[in-house]
């Protein structure tokens, strides 16, 4: 693969785009198609985001990339630090530019291109400094994955709903985050994770509160009346398979992740079924 995409991670960048798709369908539902040129600009800005992080992140680490990564694009000297830097400034600055028209005119809502310059400004913080920080990390990392919900979103003009999948993004992510650090925690000697200074055990339970806490906050959009009977099914699975995640946590950490992910995914499906049943837009006026 050409060092310059190899370097942008490009399989990340595209979730995060197809994330923002998802988002935008739960939004607006069968309505999809007349937001396409909004939701593509938001969602090409996702990839560009993503991919910025990724080259700072190769950037930051090109000396122990060395030893343990010595093929990727830096270190193998396919491309120079100077080079990177300069892609990595163009990746930051062509986002924002993207989205401008778009908030001119008055199609984006004026808080679209400060998500993308909040978002930013995360990842730079979590790529220097947070990182290594244990919880502060971990949040870090949940609040850019449930702003890609809020984002796309945004961009057609849906938002109560994204609100509530910020929350349970960012709290099941939360969970996943810790879950990966236990999992970690014999091989991560060069990184202070919250398991390795608290232990495991206050970890697990920490990532179980999480993992409880969105489960009491899923029915929310229907209770509401957001969507309707097909998203409260759909949801109920996913807290079940939640329930049992919590259940594996702090006996086989693995294993937990991989009930994670499929809950995670599950409750993506939610709530798609629950946007295109109840078709609705929610302006961004009302924020």
Not at 165 to 194: H, P, Y
Not at 245 to 259: A, D
């Amino acid at each position: 693969m050409n060092p310059w995409i190899r370097i942008i991670r490009p399989v990340n960048g595209l979730m995060g785009l197809i994330a923002t798709w998802i988002s935008a369908l739960i939004g607006v539902g069968y309505a999809l198609p007349s937001h396409t040129a909004a939701i593509l600009l938001a969602s090409i800005s996702v990839f560009m985001v993503t991919s910025a992080g990724n080259i700072l992140n190769d950037i930051l680490d090109h000396e122990t990339d060395k030893i343990n990564h010595p093929d990727r694009p830096i270190p193998s000297g396919q491309i120079s630090i100077r080079s990177a830097r300069i892609y990595a400034y163009s990746m930051f600055i062509a986002p924002i530019i993207l989205v401008l028209p778009y908030t001119i005119i008055g199609v984006y809502s004026p808080f679209i291109p400060v998500i993308v310059i909040v978002a930013e400004l995360l990842l730079i913080s979590y790529e220097t400094r947070t990182k290594n920080f244990g919880l502060s990390g971990n949040a870090t990392v949940s609040i850019l994955v449930g702003l890609i919900f809020i984002y796309g979103g945004m961009a057609v003009g849906a938002v109560a709903s994204m609100v509530i999948l910020f929350v349970l993004a960012s709290l099941s992510n939360f969970s996943r985050e810790l879950i990966k650090d236990i999992e970690d925690v014999k091989g991560d000697v060069d990184r202070m994770t919250f398991p390795r200074k608290h232990g495991e055990k206050t970890a697990a339970s920490i990532a179980s509160v999480s993992i409880i806490a969105a489960i009491v906050i899923s029915p929310f959009p229907y209770l509401v009346g957001i969507f309707s009977y097909p998203y409260l099914a759909a949801v109920a699975v996913a807290d079940i398979i939640f329930l049992m995640s919590i259940h594996k946590t702090v006996l086989s950490p693995g294993r937990n992740q991989k009930y994670s992910k499929i809950a995670m995914i599950i409750a993506l499906a939610a709530f798609v079924i629950g946007g295109i049943s109840a078709n609705i837009v929610i302006p961004t006026s009302i924020i």
